[in-house]
């Protein structure tokens, strides 16, 4: 037998036609295509990406690098600054290539702050490792090393600063983290353009700082998320308008 069943819609008829006998009613195929629709992703939308977050990766490569510097900068009667190149391997792999490849991942999860925070401060390590082997050496006979270094630091306060600003949206604690970066640099950068150890070393104590800053914000995404429930607070900034894109760097 041959069954038919006649749809209309609006001014236009389509017919469904079964030869076992079976037959589809006007709400019963409506009823499919409202479940076929919905299982679809929004226009303009793209599919999960499966991707871990890379936060807790960025964040402890930067703590960790910056917490081993700032012990140099924070003055001799800490570490013997003999031992300063123990850095430089570090600053390369860990505090370089690492955080810059969480980067490219906060990338590929949608987080342009992410992104933007872990490639730049990745490439700040990985230039620091170029700088402090291969031109310091070359420069060091002109006795302008601090120059060269002021201006090198300085540049990337500017970077710290903008950031710094749009890091209020993002949580307390990373804005936090931001601020006291921002002061590290500053003191660094005044002490290396007028030769004053003290505020190098003032600087220096500012980067631990920092550097605790940071682990913190790294062990509250790695704990969180596996406890999955807040046991360490960033106070995450709530925005009241709906945004085409989310800040999941620290949730």
Known sequence: MLADTSITRGKKSFNVRSNNGFSLKNQQLELILQRIAASLPPPGTNPPSGLGNPGPLGLGSFALTTFMFSVFNAGSYLIDPNLLPVVIPVALFYGGIAQFAAGMWEYRVNNTFGATTFVSYGAFWMSFAGYAYFIIPQIESTNKVN????????????????????????SRAVFSLFTVLSLTFLFLVIGNLANISVIIEIGGWFGIVTAFLAWYCSAA?????????SILPIGTYKSKEKTLSTINIYP
């Open 147 to 170: 120059k060269a270094s002021g201006l090198f630091l300085l540049s990337w306060l500017i970077f710290t600063l903008y950031m710094n600003i749009a890091a209020w949206r993002v």
């Open 221 to 229: 995404v790695m704990i969180n998320t596996t406890f999955k429930k």
